[in-house]
Each structure stands twice: as structure tokens, then as C-alpha cells.
């Protein structure tokens, strides 16, 4: 028999539980630091699910390879932290936009839009012809989204908006663009992506046109930015033009949704997609006849025509006209402007924003504008002003940014009127008034002196607007919440004021989609259903807007 004798001991020492008990007081102070330091709230939310995994792994390793604990106690730490993430990797989380979990599915269950029809009769033959109040696309083919010929009346209690029709719909974030009697949209289903044309008023469904195409990303960041297409159609005279998700150019006959010219960009992987999908909807030059879209780099050791940060293509053939750039796209849509007397295009890019003469695509000026296409992504599409000066805005803590622009012959200078934390318009765009700009900054509702940047208000509110929409409809301002609820608050500079609130969309549908106004008729939908409502009209407003009278083409060049 051994004795006890000094350097061989036969005692065991204790397990030293100090050490998880620290790791999870760690871990608890960061959480703790992570409410109260400064940063978006998505951001915090994504730090919460890593510590969460850091603390359920990081203990459960801890005891699974302590040798002083019993052996199924160690079994068993190993069981929990192994099942765990099997179960979780079986799991389709879906979350809002500040990456919190909405809602779950197992992975082997179908989703929503994989149980909608595709095979939609397409013998389908239309009077296309435009109508008194058209909103032809995204925003309505504004710098900001506005109707300026209508009011709203405020009293929803004893005259609400009348809902007209409400369906299911495909997935994605795509809005309608309205021309007369028809909405144009584009959805996700199953495995195709459609550019669907329904009645506007019965929501009865006409024609579709399909892609054998669908972005679905499976990893978990890609995954945040969910199925299906994300810009809207632009439509002008008799054509459709769209861009699908993974990148996809389509232009179409308005009348039956024939294809007149089409380019998919990522075959044979010639130009990679970005990480939340093609999002800019097409930039229409009429007058010049161009079709302009931000495309992106061709990958490495891959060559494209369509390569570019802006790519113009006819806009009755699809030819390729001047493809300029090298630097990846964000997911704003361009816009056209006169600046400094000068006809350009102005594209938000990756950490830029870049103006292009619209003739032949050279570059005129350019100016760091922070964001990456992979991360703190850029959404809101630049504003032009009176005084030769843009705006930019974006989310993720940002906020926005005032230029003046100037020219002395080629020479461009940029000079930065103010930068401030203000207007952080994750998913939605800026609305403008009089001398000051209203947003959803983050998830609140702000108003801001142009002029200065200093914030006149900020309202949260509950229910939260979240990243929810918004359009400006004369003396108010009409905010489609991320849950689907419609508000009516004033563009009122001096003080918040909300009128009226009703739901519109089910909660159970995530609503990044903008609304769509042609006279008193309103389009809304989001990544489960679609609904159009009559809104109530004040007395100033006069006789019911129908949106289905044949007035002349209003297509313009923007």
C-alpha cells in the first residue's frame, strides 16, 4: 500500500468552478456594456446571440473536459453543447430588421411562397394605357417619395381606409409600381422569380413573367437579408423594366409580359452578387433612351460586357451603351440630376458616392461616403437640392451627410456643408419639406433643419414604426411600420403629431416594402401578402381620386 507521504498525494483537488463563474460574469459585463455603449441595434443584437453561443459552449467545453468531474456529468455537458447546435442548424430563424428572431421554421418545412402557384395563364392581353395618377415605380420616380395632389383625411376612426382586396403573396421586398388600372410587383415563387401584373383594384392577377431564378441565402448573415427580389419595376410607356435579386435585367412588354430584351449578369459567375442581393431598381432615361443599372466588378479572371459599377443599356434593344466603374455597387438606386448645370447620374457605391455624365458615363466627381455592401450596408438612394447640394443618409449608426457641389470648367470641388448622426434610414429614404427633412431614423420617426442638421424632433413611438417605410402625401406624412401598421403623422417641423393609425398587412409578415399611391388608392404589401385600400380624402381634396383615368403618357425623363 502507497503511504502518504509529501509529493504524492493521494487527495484530489477540488473542480475549480471560479473559472466559468467568471467566463459567465465576463460575458455578462459585456452584455451589459453592449446596452449602453452607443452602437445600432442590430449590431447589439447580433452581439447577444454570440455571447449567448460563447456562454452555452464555452461552459459546457469547459466541463466536458474537466477530468475530476464524474464521466457522465462530462457526457453530458458534451451532449447539451453537440445537440444544441444540431437543433439549431435545423432551424430557419426569421428575424426583423434589427436581427432579432421574429419567428422559426424547421428547414425541411416548406416556406410560404413555395406553396403559391407559378403556372398563371399567360395568354393574357391588356389595355395598357396610363392613368390620372400614376406612380410608375420606386418612390414613384421622385428623389423622395411624395403625392403631393391629394389629402388625406385624418379622422380614421369614423372613416377608415376601406380595404378593397387582401391575398397572399411570393416573397421578397419588391413594392408596386402602378400605371391606370394595373400594379406591377416582383415575388418569389418556389424556385421562380416572377414580375407579376395584377388588377389594382380586385388584386386579380393578369400576367407574370418568370425567372428560373432564387435567392434564398442559406449562411446566417447572407440569410438576414431573407428570399426573394428586393428592387421595384419601373415602368414607362408600354415596357417594364426590373432587376431581380440575383441580378437579373429584364425588360418586358407591359401588355402581356413578353420579354423584349433580357441579361443575366451572374451566368457562368462572370459578376458575383452582393451579399443581401440586387436591390436598385432601374434608373429609366427616356429622353436619351437608356436604361441605367448598377451591375458591379466582373469576378477575378472573368470578363463581362455588363461589368461596372453603372452600366446604360438601350433601352429598346438591352445593347450595352458604356459600362464605367470598378467598384461594387451599394443597394440604392441611382438617381438623375442637374448639378452645377451639368446632366448626371448619381450612384451611392461601396465607401463612395459617385456622379456620371449621362452622355457617355464619365466620371465627374466622387466623394467617400462610408459603407460596405457586406456589412453596414447602404440603402437610401441620394437626394439632389436646390443650391447645387446632395444629401445622403444611411443607418447602422451613421446618419447623414450635406454636400455642395461646385465646377470651375472639369474642375469639381466638394465641400461638406454638415455631417451628423441624424437621419439613420437603415431601409427607407429621406422625405423632404419646405427646408427640412423627415426620416425614420433607425426606428424612430425625426424631422431635421436641412440647413443645419439639428434635429427639430424625434419620436419613438409604440407599437414601434421599426424599419418600416414612408410617403409624403401633401401636408402629411404616411409611415408603413415594419409590422404593417399604417400612421398618419404631420410634416410639421415644430412638433411631432400623429393623427391616426390602423393595421394593414398581418404582424406576421416583415414590411421593408414601400407603399405605392395613385390617387386615393393604396398598395401595400410585404413577404407574405400584398392589400389595397381606398383612403379617406379631406374636404380640400374634392372629388374621389380613381387612378383609372386615360390622360395622356406621363412618362418623364428623370
Known amino acids: 500500500m502507497q503511504a502518504d507521504l ?172 402602378i400605371f391606370g388600372p394595373y400594379a406591377v410587383t416582383q415575388e418569389q415563387r418556389g424556385t421562380t422569380e416572377l414580375v407579376s401584373c395584377y388588377e389594382a383594384m380586385t388584386g386579380k392577377l393578369v400576367w407574370t413573367h418568370g425567372d428560373e431564378v432564387r435567392f434564398d441565402p442559406g449562411d446566417l448573415q447572407g440569410g438576414l437579408g431573407g428570399v426573394g427580389p428586393r428592387a421595384t419595376p419601373t415602368i414607362v410607356g408600354d415596357r417594364i423594366y426590373t432587376q431581380g435579386a440575383t441580378g ?23 459578376i458575383p452578387n452582393l451579399l443581401w442581393a440586387k436591390s436598385n431598381s432601374p434608373l429609366v432615361l427616356a429622353d436619351k433612351n437608356l436604361v441605367v443599372v448598377p451591375v458591379g466588378p466582373a469576378a477575378i479572371g472573368k470578363s463581362s460586357p455588363l461589368a461596372g459599377s453603372l452600366v446604360a443599356l438601350n433601352a429598346a434593344t438591352g445593347a450595352v451603351v458604356w459600362a464605367v466603374g470598378d467598384r461594387l455597387p451599394s443597394y ?20 463612395f458616392v459617385t456622379a456620371y455624365a449621362v452622355d457617355d458615363g464619365k466620371e465627374l466627381w466622387q466623394a467617400d461616403w462610408l459603407g460596405s455592401s457586406g456589412a453596414d450596408a447602404s440603402c437610401s438612394q441620394p437626394i439632389p437640392l436646390d443650391g447645387d447640394r446632395v444629401l445622403l443618409s444611411k443607418g447602422y449608426g451613421v446618419g447623414a451627410r450635406l454636400l455642395a457641389i461646385a465646377r470651375e470648367g472639369d474642375e469639381w470641388t466638394i465641400d461638406e456643408v454638415w455631417s451628423k448622426p441624424v437621419l439613420k434610414t437603415k431601409f427607407s429614404n429621406v422625405l423632404v419639406r419646405d427646408g427640412y427633412a423627415y426620416a425614420i431614423d433607425d426606428i424612430s420617426a425625426q424631422c431635421v433643419e436641412l440647413e443645419t442638421g439639428k ?104
Open 248 to 270: 437579373v435585367i429584364d425588360c418586358l412588354d407591359a401588355r402581356d409580359g413578353g420579354v423584349v430584351w433580357s441579361h443575366n449578369p451572374q451566368a457562368g459567375e462572370e
Open 332 to 351: 440604392a438606386t441611382p438617381v438623375r440630376a442637374t448639378i452645377a448645370g451639368v446632366d448626371q447620374i448619381i450612384a451611392v457605391e461601396e465607401n
Open 455 to 558: 434635429s427639430m424632433w424625434k419620436k419613438r413611438r409604440q407599437p414601434a414604426i421599426g424599419h418600416g417605410q414612408n410617403l409624403l402625401v401633401g401636408d402629411l406624412i404616411f409611415v408603413l411600420s415594419e409590422e404593417g401598421e399604417g400612421i398618419l403623422i404631420g410634416a410639421n417641423p415644430k412638433k411631432y403629431e400623429e393623427f391616426a393609425s390602423m393595421p394593414l398587412l398581418t404582424p406576421e409578415g416583415i414590411t421593408w416594402n414601400n407603399p405605392a399611391l395613385a390617387g386615393d388608392l393604396l398598395l401595400v404589401r410585404n413577404n407574405l401578402e400584398a392589400a389595397a385600400y381606398r383612403l379617406p380624402l379631406s374636404a380640400a381634396t374634392g372629388e374621389r381620386a380613381t387612378g383609372e383615368s386615360d390622360n395622356a403618357d406621363n412618362a418623364e425623363a428623370r
Open 6 to 177: 509529501p509529493g504524492n498525494p493521494t487527495k484530489t483537488r477540488p473542480v475549480q468552478w471560479w473559472i466559468p463563474a467568471a467566463y459567465l460574469l465576463t460575458l455578462l459585463a459585456i452584455r451589459g456594456f453592449t446596452f449602453v455603449a452607443p452602437l445600432p441595434r442590430d449590431v447589439r443584437t447580433v452581439l447577444g446571440y454570440v455571447l449567448f453561443w460563447l456562454a452555452l459552449l464555452g461552459t459546457c467545453g469547459w466541463i466536458a473536459l474537466q477530468k475530476r468531474m464524474a464521466r457522465p456529468v462530462r457526457w453530458g455537458a458534451a451532449f447539451v453543447a453537440i445537440g444544441a447546435m444540431a437543433v439549431f442548424s435545423q432551424i430557419d430563424i426569421i428575424n426583423d430588421g434589427d436581427a432579432r428572431m421574429k419567428g422559426w421554421r424547421w428547414t425541411w418545412q416548406a416556406k410560404p411562397d413555395e406553396s403559391l402557384a407559378t403556372n398563371v395563364d399567360a395568354d393574357n392581353t391588356i389595355d395598357w394605357q396610363p392613368g390620372e395618377f400614376d406612380y410608375p415605380g420606386f418612390l414613384g420616380l421622385n428623389y423622395w417619395a411624395e403625392v403631393p395632389s391629394i389629402g388625406i383625411a385624418t379622422d380614421w376612426q369614423s372613416n377608415p381606409p376601406e380595404l378593397l382586396w387582401k391575398k397572399p403573396i411570393g416573397a421578397g421586398w419588391s413594392a408596386f409600381a
